[in-house]
């Protein structure tokens, strides 16, 4: 079973949206990509671990990003930590609840898996404007 389902013809705009998107499952990876892509973002990765997410996270250009928390064991919120130094807006994306989040990282949208892709398309048109 995915823990996505497929996109409805509502769905929005992000034409012109550059997303960082960190999740370590590939197939879960795969349908998040094709989702935003088929909502004219352009998506930075998938990568899917710490090790490719930061450098990215610290240097790209991005209107915001999609983050998993739990990376192979490792934690995601180090690439969350380093997208608020640099005021891009990010979505959890991830399997963990939102009381596993920090309070100094508290405050972006959290999508517990599973979740619709609709929730997740509609949670990233919100911090991309």
Same mark, same amino acid.
């Given at each position: 079973?995915? *823990? ?11 034409? @012109?949206?550059?997303? #960082? ?10 349908? %998040?990509?094709?989702?935003?892509? $088929? ?5 930075? @990765?998938?990568?899917?671990? #710490?090790?490719?997410?930061?450098? #990215?996270?610290?240097? !790209?250009? =991005? ?7 739990? #990376?192979? $064991?490792?934690? @995601? %919120? ?5 997208? +608020? &130094? &640099? ?7 991830? $399997? ?7 309070? *100094? %990282? ?9 979740? &619709?892709? !609709? !929730? =997740? %398309?509609?949670?990233?048109? +919100?911090?991309? &404007?």
């Amino acid at each position: 079973m995915s *823990a996505i389902s497929d996109v409805k013809p509502d769905k929005p705009d992000l034409t @012109g949206s550059r997303v #960082l998107l960190v999740e370590d499952e590939y197939y879960i990876a795969d349908d %998040l990509c094709r989702a935003l892509e $088929g909502c004219g973002a352009e998506v930075v @990765g998938p990568v899917p671990s #710490l090790a490719e997410a930061l450098p #990215l996270a610290e240097s !790209e250009s =991005l209107t915001c990003a999609v983050l998993d928390i739990n #990376l192979r $064991g490792e934690s @995601g %919120l180090r690439v969350a930590e380093t997208l +608020q &130094r &640099r005021n891009v807006p990010f979505v959890y994306s991830t $399997g963990y609840s939102s009381a596993s989040v920090p309070e *100094a %990282l508290k405050g972006a949208a959290h999508l517990e898996k599973p979740f &619709r892709i !609709e !929730e =997740l %398309l509609h949670a990233v048109s +919100q911090v991309s &404007r």
